[in-house]
Structures are given as structure tokens and as C-alpha cells.
């Protein structure tokens, strides 16, 4: 009896391990095949997903191209518009359209005529300087008479605060505001100064 039992006890236990074993080698079979399919998920999505962009790609291309073509026929419809003129070669040219200064020297040759055009050059200068100081001047003048109406202003807001006629916070916020005026009053004449030095170097 007593053998029975040890014979029923291995056998159980020997059903006990299989059984445990038989479950491990099939969870690692699960495992292998969940990986296999997960990879091969991410594997197609990749490829899906290099597809779509390759689409995109092409798309954008397609597009880039057209928008080339585009510039390119605007910007031969804006050539056609331009002077065009042979050369003794027969070949076309485009017409120069810049100051040509040298072009027609007006009977004059070299030395004379870049003496000639150094002068106007000056007086140009000269004039756009002349014009730079009388506007600093203006600007001057309309500093000076804003300053004098600010204190002016002062001075009255603050006779009327000692005559009683306005509160001392209404005072307050006057002054404030003639603060604010003058700030501004001296980035202006700040300016002013700029533009006489900007004149004094040219």
C-alpha cells in the first residue's frame, strides 16, 4: 500500500512537472509569436508609412515644379517686354537702361567731364544739407516754444492749486502729463541733434 502510494505520489509529481513545463514552453511559443506579429505590425506600418511619404514627396515636387514653370513664364513674359537691339554681330541685346553718365558727356572728355560731375554732385550734397539744417532749425524752434508752454502750464497748474481752484490729485495728474510731454519734448530734440551731426559729417 504503502508502495501505491510513492508510485501515485511520483507519478503526480512527475505530471505536476510536466505540466509546469509543458505551460512555459507554450507561454514562450506565445511570446515568440506575439513578437513575430508585433514586428511585423510595426515592420508594414513603416512601410505604410514610407509609402504615404514617398506620396507626399512626389506631391510636393510635382508642385515645386509647377510653381518653377510658373516663374519661369512670368519672368519670360516680363523680358519680352524689354528693349531688345542687335549688335553688329546680329545677335540681340538687352537695351541698357541705367544713368549713363559716361554715355553722353555733353562735348566733354574725361578729366572735365568727372570734374563736371563731382560738382554736381556737390551742390546736391550741399542742397540736401542746406535742407537738413533748415529742418533742425524748425525743430528747434517748435522745441523751444513747446518747452515754454509746458512750463507755462506749470506754473498755472500750480497757481491754481495754491488758489484752490483744482485738488491736489488733480494737480498730481497734471503734472504727470506735463512729465510725459517733456520726456517726449527731449527724444525729439535728441533727434534734432542726430540730424545736425549726421549734417556736419557729410
Known sequence: ??????????????????????????????????GKNKVEEVKNKGKAKGKEMKAQGKAKAEEMKAQGKAKAEEMKEKGKGKEMKENENGKKEKANKGNAYGKNKEGLEGKEFGQK?????????????DK?????EKGAAKVSEARTKVNNAKEEAKKDREAGKITNEEYAKKMKKY????????????????????????
Open 117 to 129: 560731375r563731382a560738382a554736381a554732385a556737390k551742390s546736391k550734397n550741399k542742397a540736401s544739407k
Open 1 to 34: 500500500m504503502k508502495k501505491n502510494k510513492m508510485r501515485y505520489m511520483k507519478i503526480s509529481l512527475l505530471l505536476l512537472i510536466f505540466t509546469i513545463t509543458f505551460t512555459q514552453v507554450n507561454a514562450q511559443e506565445n511570446a515568440k509569436a506575439q
Open 132 to 136: 537738413l539744417d533748415k529742418s533742425a
Open 179 to 202: 512729465v510725459d510731454v517733456e520726456k517726449k519734448i527731449m527724444e525729439v530734440e535728441n533727434k534734432i541733434q542726430e540730424a545736425k551731426q549726421k549734417a556736419k559729417a557729410q
